[in-house]
């Protein structure tokens, strides 16, 4: 049963927080696993101010956009929730650019609980930036404006490319300032999520050595994840293949738009096989696998063309969690080291797949030729590369036909695009149709989401919505957003210093 925000059919005025907030959000996560999170409330909110609410969200939750915006809505959408309704900070664990640490947790962030949408799937509602928790350790619990709708834009972009990821409902600015390198407005993010399971929530699990708690979880997120697991000889291993499926089918989507996490840290990896936790993420532009964002990722850790290796990194942490679940110490590592080994030939056969529909090859062509399709790819990241092409760019234009004016010399790319051409099938007009279907015009600009964000700082959201409008149809070439076809002119900031 989803929530019956304003169940009075015809009521013209708004609810009171208390009808609103009886909300039948329901507790699965705390009820099933309570060790793995701590009642908190939020912080108040002196001045809370509705920026963006995402409406056909909303819907889809079985929400009422208007019931959001009036006062009451807005209250909760920064936590503000009657005595009896009760908050979690989530525990977990997580490994940060390799090494561990054991408590991390929701430092300034809350379930606020979960619903049913129209589909009858469970949804998280969770904020970010609602005050310090147990969690905070040194931070301060808040979340500036900036970051905050960033995550807005860059998960609405994903969601439009098709690609698994948490969603922001909305975003509200509290009243309060928060300190960074600046004085910034602080807002608090709220977010949907098939869930907040994360590969960190294992590791914090099983650091506990208590094997109940761990096959709870398990269990938990089995039933709300990947019931078909249920029904499999070995449930645990049934478990851990499903997610490092859905994480090799992410991943190779990432890569096949040229998304770049940033922080690809245990914490930041769910368990359903969703995108979370857009901090110093990145669209890339000029091809080069070494390109980094965040700026403490000094090593390229997390860089594009190391996406895929580290989740697998990742994944195997999870399945060191898993093994006293899955039989006898050796058995068990046996098996984990089966499912891990899955990995890469499942990553492969996605990314190949996704960009053989990039080039306008069928999928009976790629099954075909695997060989002349891999080599096929591999030269052409590689011509890109070398010629600092625009990632998106490149892909659209093919895509147009117009590819070779992006070249000051086409030559060497005519002889790699002859190959590509022999294997297209015979019906031009599919070709092209498949090709801009699959080849988006619009993404979130690296010098443009800097810009939004900054002039909404500044309070003006022209920018914001121009590029929010843009990315959330990123298929269909309309006027008026010719700015965001390509990279921006005078080069671009190669890292982004993302305050969170
Ligand atoms: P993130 O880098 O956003 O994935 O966060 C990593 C960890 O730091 C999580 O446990 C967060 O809850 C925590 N954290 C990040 N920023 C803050 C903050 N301003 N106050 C408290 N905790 C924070
Ligand atoms: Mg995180």
Not at 119 to 147: E, I, N, V, Y
Not at 247 to 268: E, K, R, S
Not at 379 to 402: C, I, N, P, W, Y
């Amino acid at each position: 049963m989803g929530p019956s925000y304003g169940g009075v059919a015809g009521r013209a005025l708004s609810p009171t927080l208390e009808e609103m907030t009886t909300l039948n959000f329901e507790r699965t996560y705390a009820a099933a696993v309570p060790q793995l999170s701590l009642p908190w409330r939020a912080a108040p909110a002196p001045d809370p101010q509705l920026v963006v609410l995402n409406e056909p969200l909303a819907r889809g939750l079985g929400l009422d956009p208007d019931e959001l915006r009036a006062p009451e809505g807005i209250a909760l959408l920064t936590g503000q929730v009657p005595e009896g309704v009760e908050t979690v900070a989530q525990a977990y664990a997580g490994h940060q650019f390799g090494s561990y640490s054991p408590r991390l947790g929701d430092g300034r962030a809350l379930l606020l609980g979960e619903v049913l949408d129209t589909a009858g799937r469970r949804r998280d509602l969770h904020l970010k930036g609602s005050g310090r928790t147990p969690f905070a350790r040194g931070g301060d619990g808040r979340a500036a404006l900036g970051p905050m709708l960033r995550e807005y834009l860059m998960g609405e972009a994903m969601h439009a490319l098709g690609i698994p990821t948490t969603r922001a409902l909305a975003v509200v600015t509290t009243g309060e300032h928060v300190v960074r390198e600046e004085v910034l407005p602080g807002a608090v993010l709220s977010r949907v999520a098939s869930s907040h399971l994360r590969v960190g929530t294992f590791q914090y699990a099983a650091a506990h050595q208590d094997l109940d708690l761990l096959r709870s979880l398990a269990d938990y997120a089995i039933e709300r994840h990947y019931p078909a697991a249920a029904k499999a000889d070995e449930p645990y291993l049934a478990l851990y293949d499903a997610v490092v499926s859905a994480q090799a089918d992410l991943v190779a989507q990432w890569m096949n738009v040229g998304f770049i996490h940033g922080v690809m840290n245990t914490d930041n990896m769910t368990i359903s096989g969703e995108t979370i936790d857009y901090g110093p993420c990145a669209f890339m532009e000029q091809v080069d696998p070494a390109t980094v964002f965040s700026s403490i990722d000094h090593q390229g850790r997390y860089a594009y063309g190391n996406q895929p290796a580290i989740a697998q990194w990742d994944l195997a942490r999870l399945g060191e969690t898993l093994l006293p679940l899955l039989g006898d110490e050796q058995t068990a590592v046996d098996k984990a080291m089966g499912v891990l080994g899955a990995f890469g030939e499942r990553y492969d056969r996605a990314a190949a797949g996704g960009m053989a529909r990039k080039l306008g090859l069928t999928p009976e062509t790629a099954a075909a030729e695997p060989e002349a399709v891999r080599v096929l790819i591999q030269d052409l990241m590689a011509l890109l590369k070398e010629h600092r092409v625009d990632f998106t760019q490149f892909f659209r234009r093919l895509s147009q036909g117009l590819v070779e004016e992006l070249f000051t010399d086409w030559a060497p790319l005519q002889q790699w695009d002859s190959r590509r051409r022999a294997l297209l099938p015979d019906d031009p007009a599919k070709v092209t149709d498949q090709m801009l279907a699959s080849n988006p015009a619009y993404l979130p600009r690296n010098r443009r989401v800097e810009d939004a964000l900054e002039a909404a700082t500044q309070g003006d959201l022209t920018v914001f919505h121009h590029v929010l409008e843009a990315v959330t149809d990123p298929y269909t070439e309309r006027p008026g957003f010719e700015d965001l076809l390509g990279p921006a002119e005078g080069g671009l900031p190669h890292v982004t210093y993302c305050g969170t």
